[in-house]
C-alpha cells in the first residue's frame, strides 16, 4: 500500500519569502510523485511531475520539487512567492508500474496563504 | 491539450431527487476516468475508477447504488447520485487518463458543487 503525508496543514509566508511545501511518502516499490494546485472551487492543475530521470524537477509558476528516495520526501520549493500563489497543494503518488488503469493517493493537503 | 470538461459546474436540487454529472475529455481518448469527492478544506477522496465499457471499480465504503457510474466512450463518463440527501453536498472532481501518450498522469476536471437542500 502508499500513502503520503504532508506534514504542514498550513502554510504562511510573506510576498516574495521562500517556501518549502513538505510531502513524505511510502511505498514498497518504484514511485511516480505528483504536486498539484488547487485554487477554490477548481479542480487541480499539475504543478510538477516526478517519472524517472533528473531527482530536481521543475514545474510551472517557478515551482520545483526534490526527489529525495533515501528520505522518501519529494518537497515542493519556490525561491520567491506572490500574493497569487495562495492555494491548497496536493502532493500524490503512484506506485508500480506504468499503464493507463491506475490510482492516486493524495496527501491531506497544504495550504499556502501569501500575505502582503 | 488534454482538458476535461465537467458539467454542470454547480447544482442545487431537492432532497429525493438525482442528479448526473457529466465528465468529457475533449482532446484525448481516456479508457480510464476517476471520480472524486473532496469535502471543505479536505483532500480528495476517491470513490471509484470507471472503465470504458465495463462496470466501475468502487472504493471501500462508496455505495455502488447511490452513485452510479457510466463511462459510455472513450471521452465521457457520468455519475449520478441517486436520492440525494444532504449529506452528499460536496465537491465531485473527475480526472481521465488518457489511453496513449501521457499514460502515467491523471488530468483533472474543474469539478462540480452540489448542494442537496
Known amino acids: 500500500a502508499q500513502s503520503v503525508t504532508q506534514l504542514d496543514s498550513q502554510v504562511p509566508v510573506f510576498e516574495e519569502a521562500p517556501v518549502e511545501l513538505r510531502c513524505n511518502y511510502s511505498s514498497s516499490v518504484s514511485v511516480y510523485l505528483f504536486w498539484y494546485v488547487q485554487y477554490p472551487n477548481q479542480g487541480l492543475q499539475l504543478l510538477l511531475k516526478?517519472?524517472?530521470?533528473?531527482?530536481l524537477v521543475k514545474g510551472i509558476n517557478g515551482f520545483e520539487a526534490e526527489f529525495n528516495k533515501s528520505q522518501t520526501s519529494f518537497h515542493l520549493r519556490k525561491p520567491s512567492v506572490h500574493i497569487s500563489d495562495t492555494a491548497e497543494y496536493f502532493c500524490a503518488v503512484k506506485s508500480g508500474s506504468g499503464g493507463s488503469n491506475y490510482k492516486l493517493t493524495f496527501g491531506k493537503g497544504t495550504l499556502l496563504t501569501v500575505n502582503p | 491539450g488534454a482538458v476535461v470538461s465537467q458539467h454542470p459546474s454547480r447544482v442545487i436540487c431537492k432532497s429525493g431527487t438525482s442528479v448526473k454529472i457529466e465528465c468529457r475529455s475533449l482532446d484525448f481518448q481516456a479508457t480510464t476516468m476517476f471520480w472524486y469527492r473532496q469535502f471543505p478544506k479536505q483532500s480528495l477522496m476517491l470513490m471509484a475508477t470507471?472503465?470504458?465499457?465495463?462496470?466501475?471499480?468502487?472504493e471501500q465504503g462508496v455505495e455502488k447504488d447511490k452513485f452510479l457510474i457510466n463511462h459510455a466512450s472513450l471521452t465521457l463518463s457520468t455519475l449520478t447520485v441517486t436520492s440525494a440527501h444532504p449529506e452528499d453536498s460536496s465537491f465531485y472532481i473527475c480526472?481521465?487518463?488518457?489511453?496513449?501518450?501521457?499514460?502515467?498522469?491523471?488530468?483533472f476536471g474543474p469539478g462540480t458543487r452540489l448542494t442537496v437542500l
Open positions: 480526472s481521465a487518463n488518457p489511453t496513449s501518450g501521457f499514460y502515467n498522469e491523471q488530468f
Open positions: 470507471s472503465n470504458e465499457g465495463s462496470k466501475a471499480t468502487y
Open positions: 516526478y517519472l524517472s530521470g533528473s531527482t
